[in-house]
């Protein structure tokens, strides 16, 4: 049954007949299951801190996840960073008999035999697919929205709603006062771009100004994931259901389709290697390098170009050319993590360096790289994204922030038949060139407004080092202090004041090395130590 079953979930069937219990997740694991086992009692739910509510569960850093965390901001299942405590994987199911636990995958992302029509046939054919899928999501006896930055997946949502007959289209953005960017952030002008989706299809579009007190919004977020993960879109997500709250109760994602469809920069990283490699090592290792620091030193003296969109090209050059050397396994291993081996062996106290030993960033990727060693390299990216990023990082925290602001997200893009279209698409015309997420392009030629066609990926963008040179400061320092460091016995209390000093003086940029440490410490006050909030408490 359950293999028919097209949308999300997470279940449990108790069989009176055989006296055992089945558990399952959806496919691409838009909700969230834990469990775990005491003796021979299994104890199971969709929320950790349900977990946390017994007492005979005990409470314990999981050593490997924590390694795991530091390096992607983020644990990949089965694990969580509660030791004992597990993830039922996506397209998984258990079975519990006896005392006996049994996990056994019942659908797993299979490509090739692809598709020989054209490119303008399968185009049209992947937009009658969209439309057919959100017309199924938007499906409900409540009222219905959309998450719209102005960016091409979220658009595409808006623009296939409106052909399926939706007439009430209503769309919510947020947006930060300009003044809250500084010169090394990227200010995007969403509001514009959504501005024009929401005119072509008749829509409402809500954007909201916020001014967060972000000092007192992160512990409720960090609260709400009970898995630490370290994204400040997090933070978006959150205000963006919570404006949406008071009119809508379902609203419509574009998650999902960078993973389905090689949207992120990272999939076609291993091409611009290609190319740097043919430039001597040695320009490549050292003067290419320098050559950065100094643009991104000037960064406001460029003409034509922000500085804030300037800064991020370079950290991205600096990330290809430092792993241009890679094969492209490990190089998409390296740019999905923040902090590599030597750092986190680094990072470790003297104590506790020993939970690095036998493990490397790369273990988790290199794995799932394995299993489709003889796909085409962009599908192999994919699948270990939908393995590993979508399920544990951008569907966990869009899930798990929607919902505390009792908002149901959906994300047509991971609808069964959609994914199992794009799974025989054959790779060049998800990138085509260097042209990303192409049949998607294709199919909504003449749709959508050309300027929102040609936008670069753009997600809801914070100003999150701004944030950690101002308001966040003081809270840095704070849960980040040395004496409070040792008292934890984790880290070295130096390296941690290190990478403080060299990302306010511009050294180095470890603003998201610097997010993971302060929400794990958060996280720890939380769970570890409290082992329960009380919801009343955390939500006043």
């Known amino acids: 049954m359950v293999k028919r079953l097209n949308g999300m979930f997470a279940f449990a069937i108790w069989d009176t007949k055989t006296q055992e219990l089945l558990i399952f997740r959806d496919r691409m694991g838009i909700k969230p299951l834990y469990y775990t086992r005491v003796g021979t009692r299994l104890y199971f739910a969709s929320e950790i801190k349900a977990l946390l509510a017994c007492e005979k569960i005990a409470i ?42 049994q996990v056994n995958q019942y659908w797993d992302l299979s490509y090739g035999n692809y598709f020989q029509e054209s490119e303008v046939a399968l185009a049209e054919q992947f937009r009658e697919l969209l439309v057919a899928a959100t017309r199924r999501q938007l499906i409900s006896d409540v009222p219905v929205g959309f998450f719209l930055s102005g960016g091409l997946d979220s658009s595409t949502l808006v623009a296939c709603a ?54 007192s919004l992160l512990p409720k977020v960090v609260w709400h994931l009970d898995d630490p993960v370290a994204d400040p879109a997090a933070i978006a997500t959150y205000l963006i259901s919570q404006a949406a709250a008071p009119e809508v109760t379902v609203l419509l994602s574009g998650q999902g389709a960078d993973e389905v469809l090689g949207g992120y920069r990272a999939h076609r990283a291993h091409k611009i290697a290609a190319w740097l490699r043919l430039i001597p090592r040695n320009m490549r290792e050292a003067v290419l390098p320098r050559l950065l620091k100094r643009i991104a030193a000037h960064s406001d003296r460029v003409i034509g170009i922000a ?66 060693a003889g796909e085409n390299y962009l599908n192999q990216m994919l699948y270990v994204d939908a393995k590993t990023f979508l399920p544990d990082l951008n569907l966990a925290y869009s899930d798990k922030l929607s919902m505390a602001c009792s908002i149901e997200a959906r994300v047509p893009f991971l609808d069964n038949e959609v994914v199992e279209f794009l799974q025989r698409v054959p790779p060049s015309l998800k990138i085509h060139g260097y042209t990303q997420k192409y049949l998607l392009r294709r199919a909504m030629d003449g749709v959508l407004p050309k300027e929102v ?25 704070d849960m980040l202090s040395e004496d409070r460091i040792r008292r934890r ?42 082992r329960r909030v009380a919801t009343a408490e955390v939500m006043a």
């Open 162 to 215: 409106a052909h399926a007959g939706e007439s009430s289209l209503k769309c919510y953005s947020i947006a930060y006062k300009k003044e809250e960017y500084g010169r090394t952030e990227q200010c995007t002008d969403d509001a514009h771009f959504a501005q024009l989706v929401a005119k072509r299809f008749g829509a409402t579009f809500q954007q909201s100004v916020a001014d967060p007190d972000v000092a």
């Open 453 to 477: 066609l040609r936008r670069r990926k753009a997600a809801f963008g914070l100003p999150i080092r701004a944030w950690l040179k101002n308001e966040l400061r003081d809270m840095l320092t």
């Open 307 to 372: 500085p804030g969109l300037l800064l991020a090209g370079c950290r991205y050059s600096d990330k290809v050319l430092r792993t241009a050397g890679m094969k492209p396994p490990e190089q998409y291993a390296a740019f999905r993590s923040y902090l590599l081996d030597e750092d986190i062996r680094g990072l470790f106290s003297a104590e506790s360096n020993g939970a690095t030993a036998g493990w490397s960033y790369r273990d988790t990727f290199l794995k799932l790289f394995g299993k489709v």
């Open 60 to 101: 314990e850093i999981d050593r490997t996840s924590l390694c795991q965390y530091l390096a992607y901001l983020y644990v990949p299942n089965p694990n969580s960073m509660f030791k004992g405590i597990f993830k039922l994987p996506p397209g998984h199911g258990l079975r519990w008999r006896n005392g006996e636990i």
């Open 489 to 530: 016995g984790l880290f070295d209390a130096s390296t941690v004041t290190q990478m403080i000093r060299d990302n306010e003086k511009g050294e180095r940029d470890y603003t998201l090395q610097l997010w993971g440490l302060l929400t794990l410490e958060l996280w720890h006050q939380a769970f570890m130590e409290q």
